[in-house]
Each structure stands twice: as structure tokens, then as C-alpha cells.
């Protein structure tokens, strides 16, 4: 009779460590789809902010290049305008 008890309740363990993998593994399963979409919606995010930045950079590199050629224009003239005048001191 007690070994029929034994028998009895490690069966009854088996079949709850069973259950308990298999609710593990669906827990572990639902953790890791809900992972994924939290990395999806920050790939997303960092997307876009790259996005961003890049238009920014081109935007900054547009202003660049008229600040370099207006300061190339007003060297131009300050050189002219200085040539004209040190020609007519002599």
C-alpha cells in the first residue's frame, strides 16, 4: 500500500511539473512576443529620430554653404573695395 502511494503521488508530481513547464513555457512565450513589440515600437522611434537628425543635417549643411559664400562674396568686395582705394592713395 505505500508503495502504491509512492507510485501514486510521483505520478501525480510528473504530471504537475508537466503542466507547470508547459504554463512556463506559454508564459515565457508570451514575455518574449511582448519584447519584441516593445523593441519594434523603440526601433521605430530611433528610426524616425535618425530620420530627423538627418534632415536636420542637411538642413544645418544648406546653411553652411550660404554662410560661405556670403563670406566669400564680402572678402571678394573688401578685397576690391581695399584695391581700389590703396590704388588711388598712391
Keep these: 500500500i505505500i508503495y502504491l502511494l ?3 503521488v510521483s505520478q501525480s508530481m510528473k504530471s504537475k511539473k508537466r503542466i507547470t513547464k508547459a504554463s512556463v513555457e506559454q508564459a515565457n512565450g508570451i514575455r518574449i512576443s511582448y519584447h519584441e513589440k516593445v523593441c519594434a515600437e ?3 522611434t530611433l528610426f524616425k529620430a535618425i530620420d530627423e537628425m538627418r534632415k536636420d543635417i542637411k538642413e544645418l549643411k544648406t546653411n553652411m ?6 563670406a ?3 572678402i571678394l568686395i573688401g578685397g576690391l ?5 590703396y590704388y588711388f592713395q598712391k
Design 42 to 44: 523603440r526601433m521605430k
Design 65 to 70: 554653404d550660404r554662410g560661405k559664400g556670403a
Design 6 to 8: 509512492d507510485f501514486l
Design 81 to 85: 573695395i581695399g584695391s581700389i582705394l
Design 72 to 74: 566669400a562674396i564680402l
